[in-house]
């Protein structure tokens, strides 16, 4: 059974890094194919994609958000960190992680977490 | 990133058909069979419903199908029940720098 789970602080000031960590089940980032999406959600918006690992450790940016994001993986903790710095109140979304195959097919969802920017 | 075009409601009876468009380029939904739907109920994460343009994954409903024509895909439901009523999201490669894009979101309501 493949699970993910989002988690991270639910409130963060305007200029700080927002660090988030995916800890996942079912399945191992270090096989062939699998790799791992962060998308996020405005309330009330739409679905928009943040980054993305993969088995191999290549690593996949938003252009439009490129220079504020890193993402990195801990294989032998089963776990995916998003850090994302310089955050503003539009950054203020749900933040979710998902399992992908082939990059674009995103099977498995976590539950997402809501993360408000305000001072 | 430029967004899939979709639009923002459509609504049906219980028992007919809707169809929900996607609309983008040659460099995305043209130019690969890359094309997924997500259904989003209130409050909760999106659920896989369409991959690849056409297929459903294991335990996806029947009444649920896919399909491409040119730029634009489409997601049909059939017999819609008032379980179906909740956001719907197409997805696509694209060969552009942006890599993967989402659409804007339609929101199905079952009257």
């Known amino acids: 059974q493949v699970t993910l789970r989002e988690s991270g602080p639910a409130l963060v000031k305007p200029t700080q890094t927002l660090t988030l960590t995916c800890t996942f089940s079912g399945f191992s980032l270090s096989t062939s194919g699998m790799c791992v999406k962060w998308i996020r959600q405005p309330p009330g918006k739409a679905l928009e994609w943040l980054a993305r690992i993969d088995w191999d450790d290549d690593k996949f940016y938003s252009p439009s958000l490129k220079t504020r994001l890193t993402i990195s993986k801990d294989t032998s903790k089963n776990q995916v960190v998003l850090t994302m710095a310089n955050m503003d109140p539009v950054d203020t979304a749900t933040y979710y992680c998902?399992?992908?195959?082939?990059?674009?097919?995103?099977?498995?969802w976590g539950q997402g977490t809501l993360v408000t920017v305000s001072s | 990133q430029s967004a899939l075009t979709q639009p923002a409601s459509v609504s049906g009876s219980p028992g007919h058909s809707i169809t929900i468009s996607c609309a983008g380029t040659s460099s995305d939904i043209g130019g690969f069979n890359y094309v997924s739907w997500y259904q989003q109920h209130p409050g909760k994460a999106p659920k896989l419903m369409i991959y690849d343009v056409t297929n459903r994954p294991s335990g996806v409903s029947n009444r649920f199908s896919g399909s491409k024509s040119g730029n634009t895909a489409s997601l049909t439901i059939s017999g819609l029940q008032a379980e179906d009523e909740a956001d719907y999201y197409c997805s696509s490669y694209t060969s552009s720098s942006t890599l993967f894009v989402f659409g804007t979101g339609t929101k199905v309501t079952v009257l």
């Open positions: 998902a399992r992908a195959v082939r990059g674009v097919i995103l099977e498995y």
